[in-house]
C-alpha cells in the first residue's frame, strides 16, 4: 500500500524516531544507537511457504461471524469447530459455519468429538467436572457427531474434514497416566472410537492425541499401541501453549520425530490444535514470533481459543474489521513462493525479535516479516539474484502496531522506502526503526523501477497512560504476562470518581485536523445487572478548556481493549489533553470507572486515503508479473483463470471512490466483485490503459476487492473517502413514528448509569415473531444495498469458567413485495445499551416496498437506527491512451523567380515509420504517397503574381499506429513577397 496524498507521504513521528520521506528515499534518525541485527540469505531456502500457522480453534461462531472478507484476508486454512448441535459452546457448529469457512477459501475443518458434552471438561449436564462417562456413552456420542457429517457431507468432501476423539486426555479423563488401569482404558477407548468412526464415515482423516501439552512418554505409549493395533491416526496433534513453549518447540518437534522413526512409522502431519496464550493473541510482536515458529517447522498449527469464538482467536475487530494483529496474518498470509534462512539475534528465545522470510521469483519480491524486539533493527540480507532483481531494490517497509483485541486497525502505513544497491552477493542492509516490542513489520524487495513506493505514514505520537500526569484516584496497574495484553504490561484505572483524571502534553508540528485514539477497556456494571458491561464515557478537556464527551463502547473486560477515536482541530505547538471522569468536576459520568491503555494522537489532514498495487495483490490461477513504468511500477497480468484479490481497509461506514487501474487487449469488461457482490461496468472500450472509478459504500473494517479478466493487466487500486457521497445514505431511527412496530416492541430510554451510546431511543423486546417495518426512503430504487443496523445484544451462556459463550442473535430482513429474505447475524457486544453498526447486504427488487426486520423463531438484538445505502451510486470509466501522434514538421517560404511570386514548403518525417503527405495552399496542393522515415520533401507553388500577401500553407500527414490510422495536419506560415 501506498499513498499519492503528498500530506501523507511527508513525515511520520515515532516516539522516540523521526522518518521523512517521500518519493524513493527515507532518511532515518535512529531511536537510539542500539541495533538489534537480524540476517537473512535468499539464495538458502528452507522450503515452499507452507503458511499452516493459520489455524484457529473456535474461529467461528455463526455463519459470516466473522465475515467471508476477514476470513479470507487471514488466509484461515483449518479450524477446529464444536460438533453440529453439541453442548459444549452455544455456536460454532462445524457444519453451520462450513459455508462461510469454505467459501472464504478454507481447506479443511477438525471437529472435537467431546464438545458434545454440555459441561467442561466433558461431562453430561449435572455430572462434575472431568468425570469420565464410561465408554459406552462416549462410543454414543461419537457415532452421533460422526453420523450428523456423514448425512451432510458428500463423500468427495470428506477430506475437508477431520475427526478428532480425543482434546486433552492428558487433562480430561485419562490424567493418571502411571496407572496401568488409566492407561490402558485410553487405549481401549482410543480404538473403538477409530473404529466406528472409520466404520461410519471410511477413509475420514481420524487426529490424535491432542495432549495438552507435551510428553514424550505418553506419546511413545500411545504410538506403539495405535501401531500395533492398526489404528494410527492420519494427523497428529499436540497443544504448545506456554511461553516457554517458543524456547522448547524444536525440542519437542525432534523428540516427536525420534519416537516415529524408533517405531518405524512414517512421519505424520503434525497440527499443534491449540498454540500461545492470552498475552500472545491479537499482539503483531507476540504473534510474529509463534507464526515464525511453526512455519520454520512446515507444520499446522491453530491459535489457541480463551476468551470468545468468532472473532479469530482475539483478531478480528467486532465482526467486520481487523486489528493490529490481524494485518500481520494478512501478511502472512500474502507470501508465496519459498522461505529462506532468517537468523534472528537468539533463536528460539521468548520475547525477543524473530521474523519469516520468502523469495517468490515468479513475483520478483521478496518478503521479510519481523518483529517482538524493543530497539532499531538492522537488516542485512544477502542473496537476492540479479537475473530475477536486477542490481538495485526497492525496498517498502510497513509497520502494524497493537490497537487492542477490538480495537480497528487500518491499511498498515509504510514508514520507509529505501533504494538499495546490490552489494556482488546481491546484499544490502536497511535499519527499521523500531521502539515498540508489541509491533511487527513487512519487508517487501522488489526490482528498482520508475515508480518506487513512497512514505505514506501520516504524523503520529504515542502516549502511555501510565505515563501520564494522574490525580483523583487515577492509578497504575500492572498486569501479569500471562494476562490479556495490554500496551506497555500496564494501564489505568480508578476513574470511577468525580476528581479522576489522565493529563497529557504533546507537540503537534502544523495547523489542521487531528484523531486521539484512546485505548480502553470497560468492565463495570450496574448493581443488581450481573450482564451488562456499562458503556464507558469521558470528559476531553483540552488546554484547560472542555472539548467533547469521549464515547465509548462497552468491551468484554478491562484488559480486553477496544478503541475509539475522537477528532479535534489543533494549533500549530504544544497542547495539554486531560480525559477526566468528569465534565463539571462534581459529577463523575456514566461508565466513566473504565482503564485507560494508550493514546495515540494522528494527523488526519488528509482525506482517508491508499494505494494498493497490483504486483502486490493475492493471486490465484494463471497470472505473470510485468514491472516497469507507470504510477504502479507494473502489473500483474491475469490468464484465463487469473484472479487478483485486494483486502481493503475502510476506516468509516460510508461511501469511496474507488479507482481501478487496468489495461486491456482490446474491448472488455472485468469481473469485479467487492466483498462476492458484483460491480458491473468495469470496461474497456478498446485496447490500452484505462481507469475505472466506482463510488462504492463500505462497511467500516476489511473489504474483498477481486478482479480477473483475461489479458487483463491490474496495474493497481487506489481507494478515497468520498464524504459528500454520504448524502446517498438514508438513516432511520428504529423509534422513529414512521417505523411500524408489531405489539410488543417497545421504545426504550437507557438507564443514565448505563452511560449508553444510544442515539436518543432504542426498540427493545423484538422477540419471536415481532417485527419492525421501515418505509421505503425516498430515491432507494430496486439495487444492491448495504443495509446497516445499529444493534446491541448482550445475550450469552454463563458458567464456562473462562469463555464468553457469547450468542449471536439474528433477524431477518425482507422486502416487501420482494422475493427473498436476507438474515443477518449480530454477535454479542457485552451491553444492551452498546450500539455497534452491522452490515447485512441485501438486493431489493422493488422500488417501494418496505423493509420488514424481525425474527420469526427468537429474539433479534436491540435495535437504534437502520441506514440504507446503495452499493454503488456511480460509475465512470476514463482512458489514459496516450492521443498517437506522427513526428513530421513543416516550414514555407517565399522568394522571387523572373519577377513572379513563388512559396516553397519544405515538409520533414522525422518519425520511424513512412507517411503520406498532402501538402495545399491557396496556389495548389501537391500530394506524396510515401516520406520514408528521416526523409524531406519539397513543393514549389507557382503564383503568376508580382507580389502575395503573408499566408498558411497546410500539411497533412498519415500513418497507421498500432492498426489504426493517425493523421496529423501541420500549418506553415509565409511571408508576403513583392516582385515588383
Not at 97 to 117: H, K, L, M, P
Not at 254 to 276: M, S, V
Not at 673 to 693: C, F, H, K, Q
Not at 835 to 858: H, K, M, R, S, Y
Amino acid at each position: 500500500m501506498f499513498s499519492r496524498s503528498p500530506l501523507r507521504a511527508t513525515s511520520v513521528l515515532l516516539a522516540g524516531a523521526l522518518i521523512a520521506g517521500g518519493g524513493a528515499l527515507a532518511t532515518v534518525v535512529p531511536a537510539s544507537a542500539a541495533t538489534e541485527v537480524v540476517t537473512v540469505d535468499f539464495s538458502d531456502s528452507t522450503g515452499p511457504v507452507h503458511g499452516g500457522a493459520a489455524g484457529y480453534l473456535y474461529g467461528l461462531s455463526d455463519p459470516d461471524v466473522p465475515t467471508t472478507s476477514v476470513i479470507a484476508g487471514a488466509g484461515v486454512k483449518h479450524l477446529t469447530q464444536m460438533p453440529e448441535g453439541g453442548e459444549q459452546h452455544p455456536n460454532g457448529g462445524a457444519l453451520t459455519v462450513s459455508d462461510t469457512f469454505f467459501r472464504a477459501g478454507g481447506e479443511e475443518i477438525y471437529i472435537n468429538v467431546q464438545d458434545q458434552y454440555p459441561q467442561w471438561g466433558y461431562a453430561n449436564a449435572g455430572v462434575p467436572s472431568n468425570t469420565y462417562p464410561g465408554q459406552a456413552d462416549y462410543l454414543e456420542k461419537v457415532r452421533h457427531v460422526v453420523q450428523k457429517v456423514v448425512d451432510a457431507v458428500e463423500p468427495e468432501h470428506y477430506d475437508r474434514y477431520v475427526i478428532t476423539p480425543f482434546n486433552e486426555p492428558d487433562w480430561i479423563w485419562y490424567g493418571n497416566w502411571g496407572s496401568a488401569t488409566i492407561r490402558e482404558q485410553f487405549f481401549a477407548d482410543w480404538d473403538a472410537a477409530y473404529r466406528l468412526i472409520q466404520e461410519i464415515m471410511p477413509g475420514v482423516r481420524v487426529a490424535a492425541t491432542g495432549e495438552a501439552q507435551w510428553n514424550q512418554t505418553r506419546v511413545r505409549d500411545f504410538l506403539t499401541h495405535a501401531k500395533a493395533n492398526n489404528t494410527l491416526p492420519q494427523i497428529f496433534t499436540w497443544h504448545e501453549l506456554d511461553n516457554n513453549d517458543l524456547r522448547d518447540w524444536p525440542t519437542h518437534l525432534a523428540q516427536y520425530r525420534q519416537i516415529e522413526d524408533d517405531l518405524g512409522i512414517a512421519d505424520l502431519p503434525i497440527n499443534i490444535t491449540e498454540y500461545g496464550g492470552r498475552r500472545d493473541t491479537g499482539v503483531p510482536g507476540r504473534m510474529i514470533q509463534w507464526l515464525s515458529t511453526f512455519e520454520g517447522s512446515k507444520v499446522d498449527a491453530q491459535i489457541a481459543y480463551w476468551t470468545y469464538s468468532g472473532n479469530l482467536d482475539d483478531h478480528v475487530a467486532q465482526t467486520n474489521g481487523g486489528n493490529g494483529a490481524w494485518w500481520l496474518l494478512k501478511w502472512y498470509a500474502d507470501l508465496t513462493g519459498e522461505t529462506v534462512r532468517l537468523t534472528p539475534p537468539a533463536i528460539h528465545q521468548p520475547s525477543t525479535i524473530q521474523g519469516i522470510a520468502a523469495l517468490d521469483e515468479q513475483k520478483q519480491a521478496a518478503t521479510v516479516l519481523v518483529g517482538g524486539g524493543a530497539i532499531d533493527v538492522d537488516l542485512s540480507f544477502t542473496g537476492l539474484d540479479s537475473v530475477t532483481f536486477g542490481t538495485e531494490v526497492d525496498v517498502q517497509v510497513s509497520r502494524t502496531t497493537f490497537t487492542g483485541q477490538e480495537g480497528f486497525a487500518e491499511q498498515p502505513p509504510i514508514i520507509l522506502t529505501q533504494r538499495v544497491e546490490l552489494d556482488a552477493n546481491g546484499g544490502g542492509k536497511i535499519t527499521i526503526p523500531n521502539n515498540y516490542v508489541m509491533d511487527a513489520y513487512q519487508v517487501v524487495f522488489t526490482p528498482a523501477v520508475e515508480a518506487a513506493p513512497e512514505v505514506n505514514a501520516p504524523w503520529k505520537v504515542r502516549t502511555e497512560a501510565e505515563s501520564t500526569t494522574l490525580a483523583g484516584g487515577a492509578s497504575i496497574t500492572t498486569h501479569n504476562a500471562d494476562q490479556q495484553a495490554t500496551s506497555n504490561g500496564r494501564d489505568v484505572r480508578g476513574f470511577g470518581n468525580a476528581a479522576a483524571s489522565s493529563t497529557w502534553t504533546v507537540e503537534v508540528p502544523a495547523d489542521g485536523k487531528y484523531l486521539l485514539g484512546v485505548h480502553y477497556g470497560t468492565q463495570e456494571k450496574v448493581a443488581g445487572d450481573t450482564l451488562n458491561n456499562k458503556v464507558g464515557r469521558h470528559a476531553l478537556f483540552l488546554d484547560g478548556a472542555f472539548s467533547t464527551v469521549v464515547q465509548y463502547s462497552s468491551t468484554l473486560n478491562y484488559v480486553y481493549k477496544g478503541r475509539v477515536d475522537v477528532p479535534v482541530e489543533l494549533t500549530a505547538g504544544s497542547h495539554t489533553f486531560s480525559l477526566r471522569s468528569s465534565q463539571n468536576g462534581t459529577t463523575a459520568l456514566p461508565g466513566s470507572n473504565i482503564a485507560l491503555d494508550k493514546f495515540e494522537l494522528t494527523d488526519a489532514s488528509a482525506p482517508e486515503a491508499a494505494e494498493y498495487r497490483g504486483t502486490a495483490a493475492r493471486l490465484s490461477g494463471d497470472w505473470e508479473i510485468e514491472r516497469g513504468a507507470g504510477e504502479y511500477g507494473g502489473s500483474a497480468v491475469l490468464g484465463d483463470d487469473g484472479i487478483a484479490a485486494f483486502y481493503l481497509g475502510a476506516a468509516e461506514d460510508g461511501y469511496y471512490d474507488v479507482t481501478i487501474d487496468y489495461r486491456t487487449p482490446g474491448p472488455q469488461e472485468l469481473d469485479v466483485t467487492v466483498n462476492e457482490r458484483p460491480i458491473t461496468g468495469v470496461a474497456s472500450d478498446g485496447a490500452g490503459l484505462w481507469s475505472t472509478t466506482a463510488t462504492i459504500h463500505f462497511a467500516k473494517g476489511v473489504q474483498e476487492l477481486a478482479v480477473s479478466g483475461a489479458g487483463v493487466g491490474v496495474e493497481g487500486v487506489s481507494v478515497v473517502r468520498n464524504r459528500a457521497a454520504d448524502s446517498n445514505v438514508a438513516v432511520i431511527e428504529a423509534e422513529s413514528p414512521a417505523v411500524q412496530r408489531s405489539a410488543g416492541i417497545t421504545v426504550e430510554t437507557p438507564g443514565a448509569a448505563y452511560g449508553s451510546n444510544v442515539n436518543g431511543q432504542f426498540a427493545g423486546w423484538i422477540q419471536a415473531g415481532r417485527t419492525l417495518t421501515i418505509p421505503r426512503p425516498a430515491g432507494t430504487e430496486a439495487g444492491q444495498y448495504n443495509f446497516l443496523v445499529n444493534y446491541a445484544n448482550a445475550q450469552r451462556r454463563v458458567g464456562h469458567p473462562y469463555n464468553t459463550d457469547g450468542i449471536t442473535r439474528t433477524a431477518d430482513i425482507t422486502e416487501t413485495g420482494g422475493s427473498t429474505s436476507v438474515t443477518g447475524q449480530f454477535r454479542h457486544n457485552y451491553s444492551f445499551y452498546s450500539f455497534w453498526w452491522q452490515n447485512v447486504p441485501i438486493e431489493l427488487v422493488t422500488d417501494d416496498g418496505a423493509i420488514v426486520v424481525g425474527n420469526p423463531a427468537g429474539d433479534a438484538p436491540n435495535i437504534d437506527a437502520f441506514q440504507l445505502a446503495k452499493l454503488v451510486t456511480a460509475i465512470d470509466t476514463t482512458s489514459r491512451n496516450p492521443v498517437p501522434s506522427l513526428d513530421v514538421s513543416a516550414e514555407a517560404s517565399t522568394r522571387c523567380v523572373a519577377g513572379k511570386a513563388v512559396v516553397t514548403v519544405k515538409s520533414t518525417n522525422d518519425d520511424d515509420m513512412p507517411v503520406s503527405m498532402a501538402v495545399s495552399s491557396a496556389f495548389g496542393s501537391k500530394t506524396f504517397a510515401s516520406v520514408a522515415a528521416g526523409k524531406s520533401v519539397s513543393n514549389v507553388f507557382t503564383t503568376r503574381l508580382g507580389s502575395v500577401l503573408a499566408g498558411v500553407a497546410t500539411v497533412q500527414a498519415t500513418a497507421s499506429v498500432g492498426a489504426e490510422p493517425v493523421t496529423v495536419t501541420i500549418e506553415a506560415p509565409y511571408d508576403a513577397r513583392s516582385c515588383g
